[in-house]
């Protein structure tokens, strides 16, 4: 009897154990997780007055973290204002930036965009533009559309607050209104963090949340030819492509700059055409 109940033991045991992982993934994905611990690291605080640093610290240490809660689960709850990609009709895609403007590499992005002549969608950062006024004038000079990626790049699923995303956004929108003349809709979260509650608030101060389908993963510092074939083998019709101007104070972009000399004439001898987010989602992005 008790060798019966031992064995039973173990096998529920096991199964319990073989099943954990789907166990943890299915809460990730359902709730939003604001009193998880996480492993953080700050980035260093450096002293460019240029190169206000990102709060929630690197790319590279965040996006190791769990992502709260699925983009796609997001995009299906909110698909009025929650975006991955475009219509897949037609051969259009979207090359999206964040984290600029930074005067290491943004000018450098904008070089290759000006040389193809392709428009882009810049998600910048208050603290930056502030800093770098000059180069987000450029942006809108030469044809981008620039977007919210608040004002210091906060986790704001760690800081899990609404009102720091409110003041985050709001800060960020009025300092982009004096250099650009507008009042952007289009927000993209750091480090694509986001839960319910977090685009609920979004939607109340009339924005449109911009995810992507296609992950460059540039942060990471790859040769230029790894980050170019993390595009052009993932690359489809409506596809929204993420892509860095920006880095922490010890990153460097010099690679996603020689990346898109490859990514841009590639993908247009494929019959793709570079469109702007709000013109491949058909939206405004102006209030
Ligand atoms: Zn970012």
């Not at 604001?34 to 460019?48: F, G, L, P, R, Y």
């Not at 650009?180 to 939607?203: A, D, H």
Request: charged letters at 20%.
């Amino acid at each position: 009897m008790r060798d019966r109940i031992f064995k039973l033991l173990l096998v529920t045991g096991f199964l319990f154990c073989l099943h954990i992982t789907d166990i943890m993934a299915a809460y990730a994905n359902e709730e939003p997780l604001v009193n998880v611990s996480w492993q953080w690291s700050k980035a260093v605080i450096q002293n460019d007055p240029n190169l206000p640093d990102l709060d929630g610290g690197s790319e590279n240490s965040s996006r190791k973290l769990q992502q709260p809660v699925d983009l796609r689960i997001l995009q299906q709850r909110y698909p009025d204002i929650f975006f991955l990609q475009g219509p897949t009709d037609q051969k259009r895609v979207a090359l999206t930036f964040d984290d600029g403007p930074d005067p290491r590499f943004t000018n450098g992005v904008l070089d290759v965009l000006k040389q193809y002549n392709v428009p882009a969608t810049f998600f910048v950062l208050g603290s930056r533009a502030v800093a770098n006024p000059d180069i987000v004038k450029r942006m809108q000079n030469e044809g981008h559309v620039i977007g919210n990626h608040t004002y210091s790049h906060p986790n704001l699923v760690q800081e899990s607050d609404l009102k720091t995303l409110e003041r985050q956004v709001t800060r960020t929108e009025i300092a982009l209104n004096d250099i650009i003349g507008y009042r952007t809709k289009l927000f993209r979260p750091p480090y694509g963090f986001l839960y319910n509650e977090l685009v609920e608030k979004l939607r109340e101060m009339n924005y449109y949340v911009i995810a992507w389908s296609v992950d460059s993963l540039d942060w990471q510092e790859d040769p230029p030819a790894v980050i170019a074939s993390n595009v052009v083998d993932n690359i489809h019709s409506g596809a929204i492509i993420l892509l860095h101007d920006g880095a922490e104070a010890s990153g460097d972009r010099t690679n996603t700059i020689e990346a898109l000399r490859q990514i841009i004439p590639t993908l247009q001898e494929q019959g793709y055409e570079f469109v702007t987010v709000p013109e491949l989602l058909n939206i405004p992005f102006m209030k």
